[in-house]
C-alpha cells in the first residue's frame, strides 16, 4: 500500500491514462471471451449443419461476429500499447524531474552525501524501473487478472467440474508467487546497490583520467572494475536461476491444467456429455486462463523489483532540504555579520568554527588566508547558508535593515568557487546563467571587468563553445569567464574563492585593479593564498587572526 500510494503521488497528472489502459484491458479480456463463445457457436453450428438442423446462413452471421471481435481486439491492444508507451516515457521524464528538483535543493550539514554515481543510477535505472513497472506491468497485470477471472467464470458455467479441478493447481502458483514476492526483492535491492558501486567507479575514473594515467594506476581500476562486476553478476545469476526455476514450477502446474481439460473434453465427447463447440471452448479457455497466469508470473517480479527502487527514490526524496520562500534583496550596499557562530562537521572531533565573530562591513574588502583545512572555504559555505551554523547568528545588512542568512538572501551574495565551474554549451549561455536578461552591452562589461576581453577575439566570439568542464578553454580563461558570469548577478557581497590560482602575475594585477575601481559599492571578500591579494584590502587581516576572536 505505501507504495501504490507514493506512486499514485508521483503519476498525479497521468492517471487518466493510466484508467483509460485499464478500459482497454477490460474490453480486451471481453473480446477474448467473446471470440471463445462465438467460435463455440460455430463449430456447434457446423456440426448442427451436418446434421440438417441448421442452415447456413447462420453461419456467416457468427463468422462476421468473429471478424468483427478480432478486428477490435487488434484496435484496442495498438491503443493500450501506445498509451502503455507514450506513458512510461512521460512518468519516467517527471519522476526523474521529481527527484532532481528534490537534490537541487538540499540541505546540507557538512556529511557525507551518497555518491554523485549512485545518486545518478537511481534517476536512470530505478525511475525507468519504477516507470515500466506502473505503466507497463502493473496494468497487464490487472489486465490479466481480469482475463483469468472472465475465463475461469464462463468455464464455470459451462462446467462447473472441470473449472474447480483447474483451479486446484492455481494455488500451487500463488504460493510460489509468494516466495518470489520475500526472496527476489532482497535480490533486486543487492544488484541495485551493485550497479550503483559500478556505474560510480566507471563516473570517479572518467572524471580523474589523468590522474590514473600519471599515476599508472589505470589496471589496478580496470581490475577494480572486474571486481565490482563480478559482484553484480552473481548477483544476477542468483536471480535469474531462482525466477527461471520458481517459474519452470508454476509452468509445471499449468500445463498439469491443460493435460486434465484435454482429458476431461475427449471423454466427455466419448461418452455424449459435450458437445464439440463445447470442446472448443474448453481448449482455448484453458488457454485464456494458462496465459495471464504465464504472463502475471513473469510481470510479477518486474513488479515485485520496482518497489526496491521506489525506496531508493523514496530514500533521496526524505533527505532534508532547503526551505523555498521568496528572494530578498537588500538594496544598497550590503554587508555580512557573524556573531558567535559555531560549526562542526558531523563526527568531527573539533569544530570548525568556536563562537566565532567578525563584521564584513558594507563596502569593505578582506582578504581571508591561512593554511589549508583552517576552515576558509568552510566559511565561505556557512555565509551562503550551504551550511548551517550549530549556534551564533549570520546576517546581511544594509544601513537600514538586516536579515539572517537563508536560501532567501543567497541573491545578496555573488559567489566563485575555486576551480573550473562552466557548463557544456557556448560562452554565451554560461553567461546567461548569471542574469538571463542580460543585454550585449552588460556581457562586454562583465568580461572587461573580469579581465575576460579575449572572449571577443575568439573565432566564434561568445559563441564559442565550452565542453564539459570548461574543455577547449585554458584554466585561468574558464575561472575569468566564471568570474564574468558571477559579476552578472545582483548581489553587492562578491565572495571569491581562490578565483586567481590559475592566473599569472600580470593577469592577476589587471584583474583586481578592475574589480576594485568597477566595484566600488561591492563588498568584496577574498579566500586566497596569495598575500598580493591583501594590497587591494583595505582590512588585511589573516584567517589566523581572525581566529583570536573565537
Request: hydrophobic share 45%; with cysteine; aromatic share 8%.
Amino acid at each position: 500500500m505505501k507504495y501504490l500510494k507514493w506512486f499514485l503521488s508521483a503519476a498525479r497528472p497521468y492517471r487518466m491514462r493510466l484508467v483509460l489502459t485499464m478500459a482497454c484491458h477490460i474490453l480486451i479480456a471481453g473480446c477474448a471471451i467473446g471470440f471463445v463463445y462465438v467460435s463455440k457457436k460455430l463449430v456447434d453450428i457446423a456440426v448442427a449443419i451436418l446434421s440438417g438442423t441448421e442452415t447456413s446462413d447462420t453461419i456467416f452471421i457468427w463468422a462476421l461476429a468473429m471478424v468483427g471481435i478480432a478486428v477490435f481486439r487488434i484496435l484496442l491492444n495498438a491503443l493500450r500499447s501506445y498509451l502503455q508507451t507514450t506513458t512510461e516515457i512521460r512518468l519516467k521524464n517527471r519522476l526523474r524531474k521529481r527527484i532532481f528538483n528534490v537534490l537541487l535543493h538540499l540541505q546540507n550539514d557538512g556529511g557525507a552525501r551518497h555518491h554523485s554515481g549512485d545518486v545518478l543510477n537511481r534517476m536512470q535505472e530505478d525511475v525507468r524501473v519504477v516507470s515500466s513497472a506502473f505503466a507497463v506491468s502493473l496494468p497487464n497485470i490487472l489486465g490479466t487478472s481480469l482475463q483469468f477471472l472472465a475465463a475461469f467464470i464462463f468455464l464455470l458455467i459451462l462446467d462447473m467440474r472441470l473449472a474447480v479441478v483447474i483451479v486446484v493447481v492455481v494455488p500451487l502458483g500463488m504460493l510460489i508467487g509468494k516466495y518470489i514476492t520475500s526472496r527476489v526483492r532482497n535480490l533486486t535491492l543487492d544488484i541495485r546497490k551493485s550497479d550503483s558501486r559500478v556505474q560510480s567507479h566507471l563516473q570517479e575514473s572518467l572524471q580523474h583520467l589523468s590522474v590514473l594515467q600519471s599515476l599508472e594506476h589505470t589496471d589496478v581500476s580496470s581490475a577494480a572494475l572486474d571486481g565490482l562486476q563480478g559482484n553484480l553478476y552473481g548477483n544476477e545469476l542468483r536471480r535469474a536461476r531462482f525466477s527461471v526455476i520458481s517459474r519452470g514450477f508454476m509452468g509445471l502446474a499449468l500445463q498439469a491444467g491443460h493435460v486434465i481439460a484435454f482429458i476431461w473434453g475427449v471423454t466427455g465427447i466419448s461418452r455424449g456429455t459435450i458437445t464439440y463447440g463445447m470442446m472448443t471452448a474448453f481448449l482455448q479457455l484453458i488457454s485464456q486462463i494458462q496465459r495471464p497466469l504465464v504472463e502475471m508470473s513473469s510481470q510479477l517480479p518486474a513488479l515485485i523489483h520496482s518497489t526496491a527502487s521506489i525506496d531508493r527514490l523514496i530514500e533521496l526524496e526524505s533527505l532534508p532540504r532547503e526551505e523555498i520562500t521568496e528572494p530578498q534583496l537588500l538594496e544598497g550596499v550590503v554587508g555580512v555579520r557573524l556573531e558567535n557562530v559555531s560549526f562542526s562537521y558531523p563526527d568531527a572531533k573539533d569544530p570548525v568554527l568556536n563562537r566565532f565573530t567578525y563584521d564584513f562591513a558594507p563596502g569593505t574588502r578582506t582578504a581571508i588566508l591561512g593554511p589549508t583545512g583552517v576552515g576558509k572555504s568552510t566559511l565561505i559555505r556557512l555565509l551562503l547558508s550551504l551550511l548551517r551554523p550549530q549556534g551564533g547568528s549570520i546576517e546581511v545588512y544594509n544601513g537600514t535593515i538586516s536579515a539572517e542568512v537563508s536560501p532567501a538572501v543567497r541573491p545578496n551574495l555573488v559567489y566563485v568557487p575555486q576551480g573550473n565551474t562552466l557548463f557544456s554549451g557556448t560562452i554565451r549561455e554560461n553567461l546567461l546563467m548569471g542574469n538571463p536578461e542580460a543585454s550585449e552591452q552588460q556581457l562586454a562589461e562583465a568580461l572587461h571587468t573580469a579581465a575576460a576581453d579575449f572572449v571577443f577575439e575568439l573565432s566564434s566570439g561568445l559563441d564559442t563553445q565550452c565542453f564539459e568542464a570548461g574543455a577547449g578553454l585554458s584554466e585561468g580563461q574558464a575561472q575569468r569567464i566564471a568570474i564574468a558570469r558571477a559579476l552578472l548577478r545582483p548581489g553587492s557581497i562578491l565572495l571569491l574563492d581562490e578565483f586567481s590560482s590559475a592566473l599569472d602575475a600580470q593577469t592577476e594585477t589587471t584583474l583586481m585593479e578592475r574589480l576594485t575601481s568597477r566595484l566600488p559599492d561591492h563588498t568584496m571578500i577574498f579566500i586566497t593564498h596569495r598575500e598580493k591579494i591583501i594590497d587591494y584590502c583595505d582590512r588585511k587581516k589573516t584567517f589566523v587572526f581572525l581566529l583570536l576572536y573565537y
